[in-house]
């Protein structure tokens, strides 16, 4: 690993909750996916039966293959390649959502995050988030695109009005809805002591961000993965609960 931070520990967790058949979330970690780089990915899918966990996992496999097989992931060409990863997912996906009738409509989230030590690059689609806690300070790094995220923005809809609106869930772009798509990219530089978590939305609809942060920094990743599961299921567990937890030393 470059100079910076000297190692990174972490783990991941997914559970279907409480209420839904299947789990249609899909995540992957990636140790030494290049030279000294580390990839998360996570995806929380959607469309009907049960496509949604053929979306996530088609994409999460897609992404981690072509992490795997890149030359492109320097520092000149890394946000650019991450985008090209992301664009060739969403036409793998769309183009599985024509073949027929039962695959019409699916997609997925996608939120996936490569790191060397000294930074950490994200591409995001959809309303699975990146958090950084730093200093105790929580943030999130990825914006949600979704109804309410856009109505947040706008200061059409407060935090409070939001945690209860009847289309929290309706999300605005995501992996394979349409031939193209717009993926946010992120840059930022890593601490000493930098926490990161990638999680869908199963947790952050069950949870404040106050605890997701307290559990996160009270308990090794293995033990924040569980702990965050278990916190979001005792809330209601009504979605798929996905969470990767990252601690920079």
């Not at 469309?47 to 994409?59: D, K, Q, V």
């Not at 990863?85 to 989230?109: C, D, H, L, P, W």
């Not at 599961?229 to 567990?237: D, F, L, R, W």
Request: one cysteine or more.
């Amino acid at each position: 690993m470059k100079k910076g931070v000297d190692s990174l520990k972490f783990a991941a967790g997914t559970d279907k909750g409480l209420l839904r058949e299947i789990n249609e979330d899909s995540c992957m970690i990636i140790p030494g996916c290049s030279s000294s780089l580390y990839a998360f990915i996570i995806a929380d899918g959607m469309g009907g039966h049960n496509c949604g966990e053929i979306a996530s996992r088609m994409t999460v496999d897609f992404v981690s293959e072509s992490i795997r097989n890149s030359s492109k992931l320097d520092d000149e060409n890394i946000q650019q390649e991450l985008c090209s990863i992301v664009e060739q997912a969403n036409r793998e996906v769309y183009e599985k959502a024509q073949q027929s009738e039962e695959f019409s409509g699916m997609g997925t989230t996608l939120t996936m995050a490569v790191m060397d030590g000294i930074k950490l690059t994200a591409a995001h689609v959809g309303d699975s988030r990146l958090y950084m806690i730093r200093g105790g300070e929580i943030l999130q790094l990825t914006q949600d695109h979704s109804y309410i995220g856009e109505l947040l923005r706008s200061g059409s809809l407060t935090r409070e009005e939001a945690e209860n609106h009847p289309r929290r869930n309706v999300i605005t772009r995501a992996v394979g809805s349409s031939a193209d798509i717009i993926v946010d990219v992120i840059s930022q530089q890593i601490n000493e002591g930098d926490i990161f978590v990638l999680c869908t939305d199963g947790l952050t609809n069950m949870i404040s961000e106050d605890e997701l942060s307290r559990i996160v920094r009270d308990n090794e990743p293995e033990a924040a993965c569980s702990r965050l599961i278990e916190a979001a299921n005792k809330q209601g567990g009504d979605d798929n609960i996905t969470v990767i937890v990252i601690k920079c030393e």
